[in-house]
């Protein structure tokens, strides 16, 4: 049995014997890639994740869950990322930005809302007033009311009052 803070190779037998921490996670590392590791949480989830530095920061991504990943596929990919992070790449830097609130609305809006809901004139001076006052960090109310116009624009375009 592997034990916190161990390297041993990680095999399918050992991963589904490995015990949950009573709380919280735990990691167990792989002998053979540096970094790559097995994380078992306290509701006995268990995820394959790669720990490096990028700029002087730990860094800790998560390749995938098992049973869904196989551990050679893991152990894979992993490699992969290692031989990106030694030649000076930082695969988290490729994530995209999130999305403001506001964006996520506007999505939801005009491919959803207009069409499947029952009164989206409602919902769309809902999410108006919503977008012009909260959503979006406003610096003067001349640029809320241009938010606010812009968006009337749109679900005028789209079939609304």
Not at 10 to 30: A, Q, S, W
Not at 115 to 126: S, V
Request: hydrophobic share 40%; net charge positive.
């Amino acid at each position: 049995m592997a034990r916190h803070g161990t390297n041993v190779k990680l095999t399918n037998k050992i991963i589904r014997v490995l015990e949950p921490p009573i709380t919280g996670n735990r990691l167990f590392y792989d002998s053979e890639i540096p970094g790559f590791a097995v994380r078992v949480t306290a509701r006995s989830a268990r995820s394959f994740v790669l720990n490096f530095y990028a700029s002087e920061v730990e860094r800790r991504l998560t390749i995938g869950s098992y049973p869904a990943w196989s551990v050679l596929a893991a152990r894979k990919r992993a490699k992969e990322l290692r031989r990106e992070i030694d030649n000076g790449n930082d695969p988290m830097a490729k994530v995209e930005p999130s999305k403001t609130v506001a964006e996520v609305l506007h999505d939801f809006i005009l491919p959803y809302a207009l069409k499947n809901l029952r009164r989206p004139d409602h919902y769309a001076y809902a999410f108006g007033r919503l977008i012009g006052r909260k959503a979006i960090p406003t610096s003067s109310a001349a640029s809320a009311a241009a938010r606010k116009g812009c968006m009337k624009r749109k679900f005028t375009q789209a079939g609304l009052p």
